[in-house]
């Protein structure tokens, strides 16, 4: 990938080894282990609360992605591969986001008339540079009358624009041209989220920390001869896709006490255009958001930050692909992290009808771009395992299932630089309770020692509290 050595070093150290995000563990009390606990903890990972989108009204203004056909899929997927395999003849001959857009995208001429016609009917219209994708805004009155539905009854049919028991009134030459639209059915009363995968706790709440253990990080993984080499990441910048945004101040005074740079221009935060699965927005002053930061710009002390700040706290399918398509239309972008997925409901929504049933696709061609532009993709930096994956529900709770072959499809993306999710063995010591583990440094593995130990009664559990 683009500066590759310097970056596969450098970020690969920092998102890679779980470090970005808080132990799961930390800054919660430790209770004993008795009956009534134990029902509570498993009752918590397996059937907790569902959470439906917020009711919407006619004159409220929303946003939706119209997802245009590419031309030649099957050569630009290839393509992607090829700048990125030694030995192949076009290894690192990397493309822009425009030249993607002329190669592979739509005419503008077809983006012109999209355009004239959404303007027509008071919807308001862009797109970005890779010419797939339409970022389409108005007012919920307007978006029904276009679709002949009411929104909040969308789900998906075989014919990519209809969404209700009514055909609407799309022209064909504009129609034919849609691969699928996303956003739509995302504020369907059964398009819900497990409570258990929500990031709106952690809205508000600072890092602050005191102190780092960086240079213990360097010293772990023999990352200090890269600063011997002199490579800090000067000239380089990193993506993180946020779901959640910071404060500079707090981010800008790790960085000082960390030694690395402190120039107000290393960090940049930009809004990522989305839609709102809920009225509460994730925090700005987001501890995830910043810890990722902090780190990222602590180990690559010279390089530039920008976090694509989602203000939704929920990762759907139209949110997560915009916050990547954002930072891959910046050139100066030559690496990104996320430590979110697309979340544990994907495969439940898509049964109902509720998710697009080409996401994965879609997954292929957002991430696909971002390969052929030559930029690093991190993702699940900082995870300590899996999420129970959403099978069912019952009345006001979501019924969840833990396997190992739960993976989420970002993780397994063929596009994917690299994936973290690690662990260290680690003792944790509060109110008079241990917690110990000496399990194997794996991805995805810690998540099953921890299951394992909340079916027995006779260990000491710490149980995370609201």
């Known amino acids: 990938m683009r500066k590759g050595y310097l970056i596969s070093s450098l970020v690969n ?57 590419p031309k030649q899929p099957g ?79 969308a789900i998906y049919h075989n014919n990519p624009v209809r969404f209700g028991t009514r055909k609407n009134y799309i022209p064909k030459e504009l129609s034919r041209t849609v691969l699928t639209i996303i ?18 706790e952690m809205k508000g709440e600072k890092s602050n920390r005191g102190k780092s253990d960086v240079k213990k990080i360097m010293r ?69 958001a910043t810890q990722d930061a902090e780190i990222a710009g602590a180990i690559a002390k010279r390089a530039k930050v920008k976090i694509f700040f989602v203000p939704e706290p929920y ?26 997925g697309l979340g544990n409901q994907i495969a439940y929504l898509a049964r109902h009808r509720l998710v697009t049933p080409h996401y994965c696709y879609l997954l292929n ?22 999420h129970g994956e959403l099978r069912s529900t019952y009345k006001n709770h979501a019924l969840l299932d833990y396997q190992n072959t739960g993976q989420d499809p970002l993780a397994t993306n063929p596009f994917v630089t690299s994936v973290g999710a690690t662990v260290r063995s680690f003792t944790i010591k509060e109110n008079g309770y241990m917690f110990r583990y000496r399990g194997p440094e794996t991805a995805w593995g810690f998540a099953t020692n921890i299951w394992s130990n909340y079916q027995k009664e006779n260990i000491y559990l710490l149980l995370l509290e609201k």
């Open 13 to 69: 150290i920092a998102f890679l080894i779980g470090l970005i995000l808080p132990c799961p563990f930390n800054g919660n009390k430790a209770k004993a282990a008795s009956y009534k606990s134990n029902i509570q903890s498993y009752e918590a990972l397996t059937t907790p609360k569902i959470i439906h989108p917020s009711w919407i009204k006619g004159n409220e203004y929303k946003n939706f992605d119209i997802i245009l056909n």
């Open 75 to 153: 050569k630009f997927l290839h393509q992607a591969t090829s700048v990125n395999t030694p030995g192949s003849l076009q290894f690192k001959h990397y493309l822009t986001a425009n030249k993607i857009g002329t190669y592979y995208g739509q005419p503008l001429r077809i983006l012109i008339k999209w355009n004239h016609y959404l303007n027509q009917h008071h919807l308001k219209c862009s797109w970005f540079k890779n010419r797939m994708v339409l970022k389409v805004s108005g007012r919920v009155r307007s978006i029904d009358k276009v679709f002949n539905i009411r929104l909040q009854k």
């Open 315 to 340: 990762p759907n399918i139209m949110n997560f692909l915009n916050a990547y398509l954002t930072a891959f239309d910046d050139p100066k972008i030559s690496v990104t992290t996320s430590s979110w």
């Open 183 to 200: 956003g739509i059915t995302d504020y369907n009363y059964h398009n819900v989220f497990s409570d258990s995968f929500n990031n709106s």
């Open 365 to 386: 061609l957002v991430l696909a771009q971002g390969a052929l532009e030559g930029d690093s993709n991190f993702t699940a930096a900082g995870d300590f395992g899996i």
């Open 220 to 288: 772990h993984y023999d990352g200090e001869y890269l600063y011997r080499k002199g490579l800090t990441g000067r000239g380089t910048e990193i993506g993180i896709i946020a779901f959640g945004a910071a404060k500079k101040k707090n981010v800008i005074h790790f960085w000082q006490h960390e030694g690395a740079s402190t120039s107000q221009k290393r960090l940049k935060i930009r809004e990522v255009f989305s839609n709102r699965f809920e009225k509460t927005p994730a925090g700005k002053d987001d501890l995830e």
